[in-house]
């Protein structure tokens, strides 16, 4: 807490714990779900929130960074839409004494000094559980399997990871090619009208690997609209495994989908608390996530919480 009159030190006078955080925006289920975990988790930890929507633009993150100096909030965490462009905002932190703690998505700066910690997934690993297993599908099957990708947010880390460890993984079938690679943004309406694009561009697509559910079920919409079956004309693999993914999943319209956890809320305000405390923290914190096949999918839809 701070002496009112003095107004030197940072947070709320009441010595609760404020933490300023600013999101990516509201691109996807995931996104929807994120938010929810880290407000309740707030709440729940007594930590006061000022939460900012950046509507996925990397200029208005930095706005949010330098409001929070501005207000001496005692935490700063975010979510960085892209990897790099932080390092001037990250030094600002740094200068008024404000720790900042990065989620779910990573910063490119080689000077690591300017956060606690990086709370989340490890995508290149998602990227390469998809690509295991398509190479599984196709394990002892001849002739040429068309690959088409629908990628994240230019220059996000998820992006740049889950293509990465997917290339990776099936380069152990030379059968197996992607003929097509462009963003959807993580959003179902780009990845409709980009699939809508690649169904007129590719004459045989067997597969499709989507760097989310959202692009995946906008994918299937334009997959039904040329006549064809999701899940059996051609091959879907999604990340994320929010509820209208799982649904998808169990119904048979997508064949496989790697969880990306996107309750990290608890673990953003235990490591707050412990910043704050002055106690040390892990600087990379690894989210626990699996993957689902159709049959788990429908085990665990019912007991889903988002
Ligand atoms: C992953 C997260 C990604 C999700 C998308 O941690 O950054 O952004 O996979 C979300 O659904 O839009």
Same mark, same amino acid.
């Given at each position: 807490?701070?002496?009112?009159?003095?107004?030197?030190?940072?947070?709320?006078?009441?010595?609760?714990?404020?933490?300023?955080?600013?999101?990516?925006?509201?691109?996807?289920?995931?996104?929807?779900?994120?938010?929810?975990?880290?407000?309740?988790?707030?709440?729940?930890?007594?930590?006061?929130?000022?939460?900012?929507?950046?509507?996925?633009?990397?200029?208005?993150?930095?706005?949010?960074?330098?409001?929070?100096?501005?207000?001496?909030?005692?935490?700063?965490?975010?979510?960085?839409?892209?990897?790099?462009?932080?390092?001037?905002?990250?030094?600002?932190?740094?200068?008024?004494?404000?720790?900042?703690?990065?989620?779910?998505?990573?910063?490119?700066?080689?000077?690591?000094?300017?956060?606690?910690?990086?709370?989340?997934?490890?995508?290149?690993?998602?990227?390469?559980?998809?690509?295991?297993?398509?190479?599984?599908?196709?394990?002892?099957?001849?002739?040429?399997?068309?690959?088409? *990708?629908?990628?994240?947010?230019? @220059?996000?880390? +998820?992006?740049? $990871?889950? !293509?990465?460890?997917?290339? &990776?993984?099936? %380069?152990?079938?030379?059968?197996?090619?992607?003929?097509?690679?462009?963003?959807?943004?993580?959003?179902?309406?780009?990845?409709?009208?980009?699939?809508?694009?690649?169904?007129?561009?590719?004459?045989?697509?067997?597969?499709?690997?989507?760097?989310?559910?959202?692009?995946?079920?906008?994918?299937? *919409?334009?997959?039904?609209?040329? @006549?064809?079956? +999701?899940?059996? $004309?051609? !091959?879907?693999?999604?990340? &994320?495994?929010? %509820?209208?993914?799982?649904?998808?999943?169990?119904?048979?319209?997508?064949?496989?989908?790697?969880?990306?956890?996107?309750?990290?809320?608890?673990?953003?305000?235990?490591?707050?608390?412990?910043?704050?405390?002055?106690?040390?923290?892990?600087?990379?914190?690894?989210?626990?996530?699996?993957?689902?096949?159709?049959?788990?999918?429908?085990?665990?839809? +019912?007991?889903?919480?988002?």
């Amino acid at each position: 807490g701070c002496s009112s009159d003095s107004g030197t030190e940072s947070g709320s006078d009441d010595g609760q714990i404020v933490l300023g955080f600013s999101q990516v925006g509201a691109e996807s289920g995931w996104r929807t779900a994120n938010t929810e975990s880290i407000k309740a988790s707030a709440n729940a930890a007594g930590i006061k929130l000022q939460f900012s929507d950046a509507q996925g633009k990397q200029e208005n993150q930095i706005a949010d960074i330098r409001g929070f100096i501005t207000q001496k909030v005692d935490v700063i965490a975010f979510s960085p839409v892209v990897t790099s462009g932080w390092d001037a905002v990250l030094k600002e932190a740094k200068d008024a004494g404000i720790p900042v703690i990065l989620t779910d998505r990573a910063v490119d700066s080689t000077d690591t000094s300017l956060y606690e910690s990086f709370i989340g997934s490890d995508f290149k690993v998602e990227g390469e559980k998809a690509g295991d297993w398509l190479v599984k599908q196709y394990e002892g099957k001849t002739g040429e399997v068309n690959i088409v *990708e629908l990628q994240g947010t230019t @220059g996000s880390a +998820p992006a740049i $990871d889950r !293509q990465t460890g997917f290339a &990776d993984k099936i %380069k152990a079938n030379p059968n197996l090619k992607i003929v097509k690679s462009q963003t959807g943004d993580f959003k179902r309406a780009d990845g409709k009208t980009v699939m809508e694009t690649f169904l007129q561009s590719v004459p045989k697509i067997d597969v499709l690997y989507a760097h989310n559910d959202d692009m995946g079920l906008g994918a299937i *919409e334009a997959i039904k609209a040329a @006549g064809k079956v +999701p899940g059996k $004309d051609i !091959q879907i693999i999604t990340v &994320d495994a929010v %509820k209208d993914g799982m649904t998808a999943l169990a119904a048979g319209e997508i064949n496989f989908i790697v969880e990306c956890s996107p309750l990290l809320g608890d673990q953003l305000m235990e490591t707050v608390k412990a910043v704050k405390a002055g106690q040390p923290v892990e600087k990379r914190i690894l989210t626990k996530e699996g993957t689902f096949t159709q049959e788990e999918a429908k085990a665990a839809l +019912p007991t889903r919480k988002y």
